[in-house]
């Protein structure tokens, strides 16, 4: 079963780390009776009234395991993370709830986190059923803590920074590499061709599928013919389309 931990406000100006990579050396420090599948970032909104440190984003782990195992075992080990790693001055928040305890009240919850103020109070009234838990300063780290776990259950939110294999991909990429890696390729060009599994990827340095149907999908667009860049990314080396008339030759996948 999978079992989603919601994470919020653990940094300050000053910390070496922010929730996201928080959240990755959390999956990466479980013991193996934990399956981590993936860490999903959420945006909330930069509004007067809100306080944030940067960006305002939370991060929900997915972490697969036996329907025996312990969640209480999974959430001290959480809670034992963040007190470790923690700024000092930050207002920190953890949920921790089976898959099918988050309920249409937590989506919703979740939705409304996205575009306007909320309070702790309201997250802690659409808890019932988990655990939410407010660790240090305000405690208003429970907001995106609860939120980031609706969000993640409603499936069409927020962006994987951690997923599998992602971040162990070559440069060198075809469409069948991430496929083969459990990610979808999804055209979002206006009149979208489809990409076929030894189309060649190019750009790939900075790769964060979106979180959509409840999965990893990766956005793309054509470049050329046989040829796709990640729709969304950071500046870098960009791809210089072949000139003439040439034509890219496919890739195979390793």
Sequence with gaps: MNIYLGFDDT????????????????????????????????????????????????????????????????????????RAHCAPGSDPGLCVAREADVDAAMIRFGQEATGRRTTQKAAMAVARG???????????????????????RYGWCGRFIEYGALRSLGPE???EDLTGAGIRVVSTDRDPAVP??????????????SLWAGGPVLQVRQVEPGVWQPAHGKPGKKHTPRQGGAVTPPCTAG
């Design 130 to 152: 988990v655990e939410l838990l407010g660790l240090g300063g305000s405690n208003d780290g429970v907001i995106g803590a609860c939120a980031a776990v609706g969000l993640t």
């Design 173 to 175: 990429l075809c469409v």
């Design 11 to 82: 940094d300050d100006l000053d910390a070496p780390m922010g929730t996201g990579r928080l959240v990755r050396g959390f999956i990466r420090s479980l013991p193996e009776e934990y399956r981590a599948v993936g860490v999903v970032r959420h945006q909330h909104p930069r509004l007067e009234g809100i306080p944030f440190t940067s960006n305002n984003s939370s991060a929900c782990a997915i972490i697969e395991m036996d329907p025996d195992g312990s969640m209480d075992a999974l959430r001290d080990l959480a809670v034992a993370h963040l």
């Design 196 to 209: 076929l599994p030894t189309d060649r990827m190019v750009d790939t340095h900075w790769m964060r599928p």
